[in-house]
């Protein structure tokens, strides 16, 4: 299993940045990628970001590419997520969560993703 911890969070205006952190811990060495999701409230969760924890292949939701860079720091065990250009349909709480091996690598399924941080809220105002 492996733990997932958020931070970076927080209420800007549009236009701004922020950089999101997730920080794994425990059966890091299980871990195929790690991914980004986010949900607004009243909708469902959505895929924003992933990448292969070993090559650093990355993909994106395609509302948010060109705005948004996933990142990763092996020695740390960190992923990041830098949000530019912030827009008030980015709003939502956002989850980082980790795809183990073993297992087909559908990027942008929830399912596909066993282990969940608590998730950090992002407000963006107009």
């Known amino acids: 299993q492996v733990q997932l911890v958020e931070s970076g969070g927080g209420v800007v205006q549009a236009g701004d940045s922020l950089r999101l952190s997730c920080a794994a811990s425990g059966r890091t060495a299980s871990m195929y990628a790690m991914g980004w999701f986010r949900q607004a409230p009243g909708k469902e969760r959505e895929f924003v970001a992933a990448?292969?924890?070993?090559?650093?292949?990355?993909d994106y939701l395609g509302a948010v590419k060109g705005r948004f860079t996933i990142s990763k720091d092996n020695a740390k065990n960190t992923v990041y997520l830098q949000m530019n250009s912030l827009k008030p349909e980015d709003t939502g709480v956002y989850y980082c969560?980790?795809?183990?091996?073993?297992?087909?690598?559908?990027?942008?399924?929830?399912?596909?993703?066993?282990?969940w941080g608590q998730g950090t809220q992002v407000t963006v105002s107009s």
């Open positions: 990448i292969t924890w070993s090559v650093g292949f990355t």
């Open positions: 969560a980790a795809h183990p091996a073993g297992r087909p690598y559908y990027y942008s399924t929830a399912s596909q993703y066993t282990d």
